[in-house]
């Protein structure tokens, strides 16, 4: 019982995730929002968009672009331990969390379908100049140094978003 209640639950928030996307990622429409408007009318990053804001990041984000945003749901920031979260969106560490973000960002617009044409274990350069995500195919599909991404080609006027399981933090040097 408990397993149908469980497995019912997970179908319909995929449907409903699904369906916002939708929205944005259509087929022959062409996106009118930007990456922050598309990720805050999705409903599913409330917690990426309150650290864009707080790390001053949103205008930079609304910008011509082309961007493509490896974007943690508020899933993903709930594995990170509350008390860091907290400590990421005060002011004073309003640095390190900007690199943390721009570390989810690449210069360009790439697809799912361009994504897969790279060879697994590409290594692509992100907005925190010299730091590089490491692209990998699995069986179990596309990852993101350790995230796996869980929804792609959401669009935006200034880019595509691809949705992650987890925030992928840089490496310290």
């Not at 995730?17 to 087929?27: I, M």
């Not at 907290?86 to 617009?109: A, R, T």
């Not at 995500?133 to 179990?140: D, H, L, N, S, Y």
Request: hydrophobic content about 40%; overall charge positive; glycine content about 6%.
């Amino acid at each position: 019982m408990l397993r149908k209640l469980i497995l019912s639950t997970t179908i319909a928030a995929i449907a409903a995730l699904s369906l916002t996307f939708a929205e944005y990622g259509g087929k022959g429409k062409e996106p009118k929002d930007d990456i922050p408007t598309v990720a805050q009318k999705a409903g599913q990053f409330k917690t990426l968009v309150k650290a864009l804001q707080a790390a001053e990041l949103v205008d930079a984000l609304k910008g011509k672009g082309p961007f493509t945003v490896f974007a943690p749901t508020d899933e993903a920031f709930g594995k990170l331990p509350k008390e860091t979260l907290e400590d990421l969106l005060k002011p004073e560490n309003k640095e390190k969390l900007k690199s943390i973000l721009l570390y989810h960002v690449v210069s360009g617009k790439y697809l799912a379908a361009d994504v897969k044409k790279l060879k697994s274990g590409t290594q692509v350069e992100t907005l925190l100049k010299g730091k590089k995500i490491t692209v990998t195919q699995k069986k179990e599909g596309i990852f993101v140094n350790d995230a796996k991404v869980i929804k792609t080609d959401v669009l935006a006027k200034n880019g595509v978003i691809h949705v992650i399981d987890k925030v992928i933090l840089p490496p310290e040097n």
